[in-house]
């Protein structure tokens, strides 16, 4: 069983910045996608940000210049840098992972999320 564990949410003014982190641990052999999707209330899933164990990279267009998605050199962490936050990027931050056990068996596990809020 893979496992991942968010930090880094929090309360942060308009404008200000935030960088949320992601720890998967587990009998991991690779993991091919490490991403960033968030919820608000009343609002469905929205995918925020992914990227892939060869470096490459995709943005919500509603974060596009705002956040940045990168892995840690471990491989087995992600980090979502947010900046220019905005009270319309308040939700619930959720890290998944996609990628292979030991043994071949695939695994796609979410985390238990972490809270943002945007406001004055």
């Known amino acids: 069983q893979v496992q991942l564990v968010e930090s880094g949410g929090g309360l942060v003014q308009p404008g200000g910045s935030l960088r949320l982190s992601c720890a998967a641990s587990g009998s991991i052999f690779s993991i091919n996608t490490m991403g960033w999707s968030r919820q608000a209330p009343g609002h469905v899933r929205e995918l925020v940000a992914v990227?892939?164990?060869?470096?490459?990279?995709n943005y919500a267009d509603s974060v596009k210049g705002r956040f940045t998605i990168s892995r840690g050199k471990d491989k087995n962490t992600v980090y979502l840098q947010m900046n220019s936050l905005k009270p319309d990027d308040t939700a619930v931050y959720y890290c998944?992972?996609?990628?292979?056990?030991?043994?071949?068996?695939?695994?796609?596990?979410w985390g238990q999320g972490t809270q943002v809020t945007v406001s004055s």
């Open positions: 990227t892939t164990s060869g470096g490459s990279t």
């Open positions: 998944n992972a996609e990628g292979t056990y030991y043994g071949g068996s695939p695994f796609a596990s």
